[in-house]
């Protein structure tokens, strides 16, 4: 059974969405990829859905989940994004390990759409770094 790894925000609309998507395509069929909230929006921001197609990663298929949700399932990896989910994450069934990668909320970006797309995408390519080198250094142990 392939691990899971969880990923959490407050809102469960941006980050959460952008690290999951990376992950899930860095990481191809090693890990099973999810993300949640502590108090999800109830929808993912539309500019995440565009930058992400920018990159080739679709997210339309995804959702707004409150992280209650997983606490009934084997998690092995929790990794929060934000600084309140970090302290309002609790302990999952399974969990193993835990990591903190708090990266600036985009939907906070004021200014024309243009403006707006710049913030999202700067943010994107962070979490992509970050989460493209969790994905080799997880492909690394696993051949080991």
Not at 25 to 35: I, M, P
Not at 93 to 114: I, K
Not at 116 to 138: K, M
């Amino acid at each position: 059974m392939k691990p899971t790894v969880l990923i959490l925000c407050t809102g469960n609309s941006c980050r959460s969405h952008l690290a999951e998507g990376i992950l899930r395509h860095a990481a191809g069929d090693l890990l099973n990829v999810a993300s949640a909230g502590s108090k999800p929006a109830g929808f993912v921001h539309p500019l995440a859905l565009e930058v992400m197609r920018e990159i080739g990663i679709d997210l339309s298929s995804h959702h707004s989940k409150h992280m209650n949700e997983f606490l009934q399932q084997p998690v092995e990896t929790v990794i929060t994004v934000c600084g309140n989910a970090d302290q309002a994450c609790p302990m999952f069934p399974g969990q193993n390990n835990r990591h903190h990668w708090g990266f600036e909320d985009p939907a906070h970006a004021t200014g024309s759409h243009e403006e707006q797309l710049t913030v999202f995408r700067r943010v994107r390519d962070e979490i992509q770094r970050v989460f493209n080198a969790y994905a080799a250094g997880r492909k690394d142990s696993a051949r080991a």
